[in-house]
């Protein structure tokens, strides 16, 4: 059986699909950080604090946060479980 990649009308089938789950803890390494340098999309199972890169600047992502071009890092404030589509 395939994986179904098109609706009954033939349009591409829109979705968050991740293909790795990655605990991000003290122990990661550098701590609390995660590549996403070739990710499409990243999502969290409840809110959580993070900064891209090297910026100071914290926010709080919650659900699915698709990669900009140029982010290479997410690093996050607290121990936390991401699902990423690479």
Do not use: C, W
């Amino acid at each position: 059986m395939s994986i179904l990649q098109n609706d009954q009308n033939g349009h591409a089938i829109q979705g968050f699909a991740p293909n790795r789950i990655v605990s991000v803890s003290a122990s990661s390494t550098p701590s609390l950080t995660l590549d996403v340098t070739n990710a499409v999309a990243v999502r969290v199972a409840y809110p959580s604090d993070y900064k891209i890169n090297t910026d100071t600047t914290v926010g709080t992502m919650s659900g699915v946060t698709v990669i900009r071009k140029g982010v290479t890092a997410l690093v996050f404030t607290d121990a936390t479980v991401v699902e990423v589509m690479d």
